[in-house]
C-alpha cells in the first residue's frame, strides 16, 4: 500500500508512468559527455552549470542558454555533431541502465501493472536508448518531448483549446 497526502491509497494502482533520463538509464551523463566534447572539438566554452542547466530541456531552448555562454555558438553546426557523437556513445555500449530498472519493470510485467514512458527527448532517442539497454520491450506506450510540442503547436493554431 502506498500513501497520498497521509491516507492509504484506496484504490489499486492502476498503471505507472516513467521517465527514462537519469531514472531507467545513465544517459544524461553521454549526453554532458557528447556536448563537452562537442564544445571543446569547436572551440567554444560553456561552464558546467549552464549546460547541466540544459538538462530535460528542448534543443531549442538549449541554443538559448549556450548563445548566451558562448556567441559564436552555431545550432546548425553544433547539434548534428552531439547528436551524432552520442549515437556512437549507444552504438559501443557505453549507455547503462540504472541499477534495478530492469527487476522493476519485470516485477510490474508479472503484475499486470501498465507502463508507459514520457520523456522529453525525441523517440530516435528514446527509441535507441531503449533498445541498447534492453528496455524496449517494456514500454508499448511512449510519449516524447516532439509529442507534446506538436500537441502544443496544433493547440495555439486554434482559437481555443482543444483535447487532441
Same mark, same amino acid.
Given at each position: 500500500?502506498?500513501?497520498i497526502?497521509g491516507?492509504?491509497l484506496?484504490?489499486?494502482?492502476?498503471g505507472i508512468?516513467?521517465?527514462?533520463?537519469?531514472?531507467?538509464?545513465?544517459?544524461?551523463?553521454l549526453?554532458?559527455?557528447a556536448?563537452?566534447?562537442?564544445?571543446?572539438?569547436l572551440?567554444?566554452?560553456?561552464?558546467r552549470?549552464a549546460?547541466?542547466?540544459?538538462l530535460?530541456?528542448?534543443? !531549442?531552448?538549449?541554443?538559448?542558454?549556450?548563445?548566451?555562454?558562448d556567441s559564436r555558438?552555431?545550432p546548425?553546426?553544433?547539434?548534428?555533431?552531439?547528436?551524432?557523437?552520442?549515437?556512437?556513445?549507444?552504438s559501443?555500449?557505453r549507455?547503462?541502465?540504472?541499477?534495478?530498472?530492469?527487476?522493476?519493470?519485470?516485477?510490474?510485467? !508479472?503484475?499486470?501493472?501498465?507502463?508507459?514512458?514520457?520523456?522529453?527527448?525525441?523517440h530516435?532517442?528514446? !527509441?535507441r536508448?531503449?533498445?541498447?539497454?534492453?528496455?524496449k520491450a517494456?514500454?508499448?506506450?511512449?510519449?516524447?518531448?516532439?509529442?507534446?510540442?506538436?500537441?502544443?503547436?496544433k493547440?495555439?493554431?486554434?482559437?481555443?483549446?482543444?483535447?487532441v
Amino acid at each position: 500500500m502506498g500513501f497520498i497526502r497521509g491516507g492509504l491509497l484506496r484504490r489499486p494502482v492502476q498503471g505507472i508512468l516513467f521517465d527514462m533520463d537519469g531514472l531507467l538509464v545513465d544517459s544524461e551523463r553521454l549526453a554532458i559527455e557528447a556536448d563537452e566534447a562537442t564544445f571543446a572539438e569547436l572551440g567554444l566554452h560553456v561552464d558546467r552549470a549552464a549546460l547541466l542547466s540544459t538538462l530535460g530541456e528542448t534543443d !531549442e531552448h538549449s541554443s538559448l542558454i549556450f548563445a548566451s555562454a558562448d556567441s559564436r555558438f552555431d545550432p546548425a553546426v553544433f547539434w548534428p555533431m552531439t547528436h551524432a557523437r552520442f549515437e556512437e556513445y549507444l552504438s559501443s555500449g557505453r549507455l547503462q541502465r540504472k541499477e534495478g530498472a530492469l527487476e522493476l519493470l519485470g516485477a510490474l510485467r !508479472e503484475r499486470g501493472i501498465p507502463v508507459a514512458l514520457a520523456s522529453s527527448s525525441g523517440h530516435v532517442r528514446i !527509441e535507441r536508448s531503449l533498445e541498447a539497454c534492453g528496455l524496449k520491450a517494456y514500454f508499448p506506450v511512449i510519449v516524447s518531448g516532439e509529442d507534446i510540442m506538436a500537441v502544443c503547436w496544433k493547440a495555439t493554431t486554434r482559437l481555443s483549446w482543444q483535447v487532441v
